[in-house]
């Protein structure tokens, strides 16, 4: 299968990270699951290599066919989306899945290889950073689940992974 610049910058970027991956023949994908601080995480990333685009795409093991916990998670995705400057929260409303997207289009057919690795990185954490609000939604029941605020469950501390600065700015 002959390959974009920016499908091999893609691998280049999970080899460099030494993850085993899955390759999809005819399609440039790739495919991943992780286990990262609070779950693990399905990942794909895609190429759309005539518009030098890619899409990565992070999914949570969890789904749910109640119907107030859909309500629940669709209300954490919107808010938590309102907090993001890349990327979005998407919800499967017939699964009850949650999924983080992200897309960037480069100017050149390689791509920037920081950016793609700062992109899957985004798509890891965030949806590992999700992970224990939406396990939070998931073990509420009856009147808990009803009564449950999303905004007081996004502030709780105890809940949200702490960032060490300086990995932070390692990581930069």
């Given at each position: 299968?002959?390959?974009?610049?920016?499908?091999?910058?893609?691998?280049?970027?999970?080899?460099?990270?030494?993850?085993?991956?899955?390759?999809?023949?005819?399609?440039?994908?790739?495919?991943?699951?992780?286990?990262?601080?609070?779950?693990?995480?399905?990942?794909?990333?895609?190429?759309?290599?005539?518009?030098?685009?890619?899409?990565?795409?992070?999914?949570?093991?969890?789904?749910?066919?109640?119907?107030?916990?859909?309500?629940?998670?669709?209300?954490?995705?919107?808010?938590?989306?309102?907090?993001?400057?890349?990327?979005?929260?998407?919800?499967?409303?017939?699964?009850?899945q949650l999924l983080f997207r992200a897309?960037?289009?480069?100017?050149?057919?390689?791509?920037?290889?920081?950016?793609?690795?700062?992109?899957?990185?985004?798509?890891?954490?965030?949806?590992d950073r999700l992970a224990p609000l939406?396990?939070?939604?998931?073990?509420?029941?009856?009147?808990?689940?009803?009564?449950?605020?999303?905004?007081?469950?996004?502030?709780?501390?105890?809940?949200?992974?702490?960032?060490?600065?300086?990995?932070?700015?390692?990581n930069s």
């Open positions: 299968m002959v390959t974009s610049p920016l499908y091999n910058t893609i691998k280049a970027a999970f080899d460099d990270e030494d993850w085993a991956y899955e390759e999809f023949p005819d399609r440039e994908v790739i495919r991943t699951g992780l286990e990262v601080f609070h779950t693990r995480v399905m990942l794909h990333a895609q190429v759309f290599p005539q518009w030098n685009m890619m899409s990565i795409v992070s999914e949570s093991p969890r789904s749910t066919d109640s119907a107030a916990r859909r309500e629940r998670l669709a209300e954490l995705a919107m808010r938590t989306n309102l907090t993001l400057n890349v990327g979005n929260i998407e919800m499967n409303w017939d699964t009850g897309t960037n289009l480069f100017p050149d057919p390689a791509g920037d290889f920081a950016i793609v690795k700062r992109l899957i990185h985004s798509a890891i954490v965030e949806m939406e396990a939070a939604i998931h073990r509420a029941e009856g009147s808990v689940l009803a009564s449950m605020d999303i905004t007081e469950l996004m502030q709780r501390e105890d809940l949200i992974p702490q960032i060490d600065a300086d990995q932070e700015a390692q």
